[in-house]
Structure formats: C-alpha cells, structure tokens
C-alpha cells in the first residue's frame, strides 16, 4: 500500500502557478529525494501536504486517508477537520531553520506534542525524548536551551521531535542548507540511519551525492511540474530529459 499518493496537485498563488498536475506515489520503507532549481516548487509541494498551503485541485491521500479529492468542478475539497487532524499525526516534517521553540529546553521541545496532543504520560513522553537524543548523541544536551547548541545539534533535535510522534511519514526539507558545511555531514548521517531502519521520507535536498546514494527513487522538478521520476541511476546517469541533464551538470563535472 502506498503510505503517500498524490494525483494532479495543482497550486496557484494569485496568478502564479506554482505546482502542476504533479503526481506520485510512495511506498512504505521508500527513500524518496526530491531535486530542482530554487522556485521549482519542491517546498511549496512538501507545504500543501503538510497542510500549511491549500491546493487548488487534484487529490493526496496519506495512510490510506483522504486529504484531498476532487468536486464536479475539478476543485479541491478538503477532508473533515477531525481527519485532517489525524492526518497530521502520521507525518513528521523537519524544517531547514529547525524552528525549535527557543524558550523551551530540548527535552520539553521533544515532549510537548506527545503529551499535549498525543495525551502520552510526561514520564513515558521524557522516556522515549532521552532515547532519541541518545539516538541523535545528544543525550547530554537534554536540559541545554536551543540557543546553547550548534546548528547541527539543533536540526539533530528537531529530527527528535518529528521522530517523538511515531510518524508513519516523515518529511525533510532542504535539512542541511541553514548549516554550515563542517555540520553537512552529521545531518546527512542521522538521515542515513533513519534510511536503515526502513523510516518512510520524502527529502527535499541540494545534496546531490547524498541523494543519489541513499534515495529509492528521486523525484526532479522544474517549473512547478515532476520532469522525471525515476531511480538514482535512471535520472543521474540516464536523464530521458534534457533538462534535467542541465541541471545536473555541475554534479558530474
């Protein structure tokens, strides 16, 4: 079963299109990157199924669950606010600025969510937020403040506390361009570990290298449309697509 489907997104600002009749699957225990020129669209398509942005039309289904289906009239309408809500506790996002909450510690950071929105125990919430620090060699920093870590280890809590809510989906986008280069790679290496174990992500990335080695597929678009979708090997040594060659040329000088 597909754990993300989208049929025909499609998203305007104004009379600017911005997404066109994208679709794609993914499949559960997938590694998907998605690559292109800034603009392209990559960030606003991880938005509209985060919900953050509305589609104008076309459908996304998350888990089996309607998100989004089409009217008579080709236009989008919106699952319940109880479904939408339930929707959102299967997916994860990081963002690239980390967005941690700064007067909070990185133990409360981690927690809040599990206990105000899942109703965990704070005990067994502090529990499972110490494991993954200790996953994300943090564990030391629990009761530091964001403003004492380094960017690296604030993204490393930030992947905690998507990982806190036991996502079924979990979403990067562009992890590592806030970060210093030096901090690139200890990103990119949580990222991997997460691959190992089979999570489900859809990574919006700069990285090249990192995304052909670690993607199942990856995703190239241009425009505002998917140019290709194909594996590592089909879109970075057998682009069908001229544009995509173009891009990629800086990769493979």
Known sequence: MSILSVKNLSKSFGK????????????????ISIIGPSGSGKSTLLRCINQFEKIDSGECEICGINMTRNDENGKAVYADN?????????IGLVFQNFNLFPHMSVLKNITEAPVHVLKQDKAQAEQTAMELLGKMGLADKANEYPCNLSGGQQQRVSIARALA?????????????????ELTGEILKVIKSLAEE????????????FASEISDRVIFMDGGYVIENGTPDE?????????TRQFLERYHS
């Open 82 to 90: 109880k479904t939408l809500h339930d929707i959102r506790l299967k």
């Open 235 to 243: 879109v970075f040594n057998n682009s069908q697509n001229e544009r």
């Open 165 to 181: 809510l036991s996502p079924e989906l979990l979403f990067f986008d562009e992890p590592t361009s806030a970060l210093d280069p």
């Open 16 to 31: 600017l299109e911005v997404l066109n009749d994208i679709s794609f699957n993914v499949e559960q225990g997938e590694v």
């Open 198 to 209: 089979k999570m489900t992500m859809v990574i919006v990335t700069h990285e090249m290298q």
